[in-house]
């Protein structure tokens, strides 16, 4: 069965760093967008970034560009989202996703992605 999941929430001070995993099972995430968003309490889920595996191409909002970077691991099938210089908004639930072939345009947008995580919490609190 194919699945994601997330790993690596927690709690962090601002201006800390925390790194988030994706990992996939039952499938390899060759040809694949992979995508974080988040959902802060009161907000609609917002996409931040996003990696095609097809090209390396990397695509993020603006709330965390600079701040946020998105890798992966080929031999381990994950992804990460290291996030540094965390700020108190960035408190929310952050899940990953991943979709065949995304189109660039499309990869920060919810709608359509084949697979998602259960989310993990990150919660940035002095």
């Known amino acids: 069965q194919a699945q994601l999941v997330e790993s690596g929430g927690g709690l962090v001070q601002p201006g800390g760093s925390l790194r988030l995993s994706c990992s996939a099972s039952g499938f390899t995430f060759d040809y694949f967008t992979i995508a974080w968003f988040r959902r802060a309490p009161g907000k609609e889920r917002e996409g931040i970034a996003s990696l095609s595996t097809t090209d390396g191409s990397t695509h993020y909002a603006d709330s965390v560009k600079g701040r946020f970077t998105i890798s992966r691991d080929n031999a381990k099938n994950t992804v990460y989202l290291q996030m540094d210089s965390l700020k108190l908004e960035d408190t929310a639930v952050y899940y990953c996703?991943?979709?065949?072939?995304?189109?660039?345009?499309?990869?920060?947008?919810?709608?359509?992605?084949?697979?998602w995580g259960q989310g993990t919490q990150v919660t940035v609190s002095s």
């Open positions: 996703a991943a979709d065949y072939l995304r189109r660039y345009s499309e990869s920060l947008r919810d709608l359509g992605y084949d697979y």
